[in-house]
């Protein structure tokens, strides 16, 4: 499977293949399994863990897992904590083929060749497979708006659903950049209180070496913050 290249973030036009809500069982355990399409998975309630290309990462609520096409990742919820899990596959644009998901998920069946390929965009990183959105209740209530439309199965619902999904896509991806390691200082002096003093001092001549000066950052740092926050440079 080839990757596709030469994608811009900005410009997707995603497509719901498929949104619930799930309680799973404290007994059973949800893996190893691979995916046809691009899956976000949301802890609403319980605990445990999931296992990710990136390792092990302990599940709690308020946790955003995003699993790839064709790679493998375990559901692993703690049996006295089960999870209530918001799922969502779906794909960056519609691509015209059949409708997902669609099993197997045993690794062991799973057709490589019908799995979705690989996005890579050149205005942004990509998704880290584990994200702590505790202090993002917007993107919750998002991607529960998505699972109500989506069962709701309304006329011009799927119209709606691409918008909410871009809606969603773009606040996930604001988050996965401003979480980047760095980003904050531990004098909590980060990207959001450099871009408010530049719209404070617009005017002013500004430069890297001089709000480096400003809040103590080397001027490189000051350039890669930025970038990461607003997808900018200074000027």
Not at 23 to 32: F, L, N, S, V
Not at 120 to 134: I, N, Q, T
Not at 142 to 154: F, K, P
Not at 203 to 209: M, N, R
Request: glycine share 8%; hydrophobic share 35%.
């Amino acid at each position: 499977m080839m990757a596709q290249a030469g994608i811009d973030f900005v410009k997707i036009n995603p497509v719901v293949h498929y949104a619930n809500v799930i309680q799973c069982r404290p007994e059973e355990r949800y893996g190893p399994r691979m995916i046809y399409d691009y899956q976000f998975i949301l802890v609403l309630e319980g605990r445990g863990v999931m296992k990710t290309p990136e390792g092990s990462k302990p599940a709690l609520p308020g946790w955003l897992f995003y699993n790839r096409p064709a790679v493998k990742h375990d559901i692993l919820p703690d049996p006295h904590f089960p999870f209530l899990l918001a799922g969502l596959h779906f794909s960056y644009w519609d691509d015209g083929g059949p409708p997902y998901p669609r099993g197997p998920y045993d690794p062991n069946r799973f057709q490589a060749q019908q799995a979705m390929a690989p996005v890579e965009f050149e205005d942004f990183a990509g998704f880290p497979c584990a994200m702590d959105c505790r202090r993002e209740p917007a993107l919750r209530e998002a991607l529960l708006e998505i699972v109500r439309e989506y069962e709701h199965g309304r006329r011009y619902g799927s119209v709606r659903l691409s918008g909410l999904l871009k809606a969603f896509l773009a606040q996930a991806a604001q988050v996965a950049a401003h979480s980047e390691p760095g980003l904050e200082t531990e004098h909590g002096r980060g990207a959001d209180e450099i871009t408010a003093y530049i719209h404070a001092h617009y005017a002013e001549d500004l430069s890297y070496d001089y709000i480096g000066r400003r809040f103590h950052f080397h001027p490189n740092h000051v350039n890669r913050l930025l970038r990461a926050y607003t997808g900018c440079s200074l000027h």
